[in-house]
């Protein structure tokens, strides 16, 4: 039997002192891939990344720096968007966009569910305490309360503890997703309503809940759905 390939965008490091240069990607997203029989494929924006996204069944885009302002139209004059790192941009955006033009199953955590508003014309707040929002996160962590009912929402509870470790959050959703959890002022989970993206603030990938097992398992469920 064939096993999936899930499609993983990295994340990248740069030592000044040797000049080397690191691919980096946090071991528990490679964990969640492989406990479900599945491979994970690393992706890189160079010059085959078409041949390898072409070989993927479902995407992962996953935490990191901050997106560039420029893909939602705004400056960047109060360096509130830290980090911002080109390559990791265009791969991320490479990622949307061949999932979408080919309905392939994405799931956007942290910086992930960013990307899915700041590549497909919605927005971002580029810090949320700088604009004021409600939004506690004691010890890293909050509840999230369901808003929308969905396939995924139907499996979970109204509210549920997640962790919490970012300080940029969607503000404008993009045609097509809607709401489905929050936290006080923030937007907390999307899901497009007729694509399979999925877009996550918090990281269940190393929050080991039955929650966090519930998302992950959907997803990999969606996948073998449109894989048919």
Not at 24 to 40: E, G, K, S
Not at 72 to 77: A, I, P
Request: aromatic content about 12%; glycine content about 4%; some cysteine.
């Amino acid at each position: 039997m064939n096993k999936l390939i899930i499609g993983i965008s990295p994340r990248f490091s740069h030592d000044y002192n040797s000049d080397y240069h690191y691919v980096r990607i946090n071991i528990d997203y490679l964990n969640q891939v492989i406990h479900r029989d599945a491979i994970p494929f690393i992706l890189y924006d160079g010059p085959n990344i078409d041949a390898a996204l072409q070989m993927c069944d479902g995407f992962i885009i996953i935490g990191g720096d901050d997106i560039n302002p420029k893909f939602y139209n705004e400056n960047n004059d109060n360096n509130l968007s830290k980090g911002i790192e080109e390559i990791t941009d265009s791969i991320d955006q490479k990622i949307l966009n061949y999932a979408i033009s080919h309905h392939i199953p994405t799931l956007g955590i942290c910086r992930g569910i960013q990307a899915m508003a700041a590549f497909m014309n919605g927005s971002l707040y580029q810090d949320i305490y700088f604009a004021n929002l409600n939004h506690p996160q004691e010890n890293k962590k909050h509840y999230v309360t369901k808003v929308s009912n969905t396939k995924l929402t139907s499996l979970l509870p109204e509210s549920f503890l997640v962790n919490s470790y970012h300080h940029q959050s969607v503000k404008d959703l993009p045609d097509g997703f809607i709401t489905t959890f929050v936290n006080q002022d923030v937007i907390e989970a999307i899901e497009h309503q007729t694509l399979p993206l999925i877009g996550i603030q918090w990281h269940p990938e190393r929050f080991y809940t039955n929650e966090s097992k519930i998302i992950f398992d959907y997803f990999f469920d969606l996948i073998k759905e449109y894989k048919k």
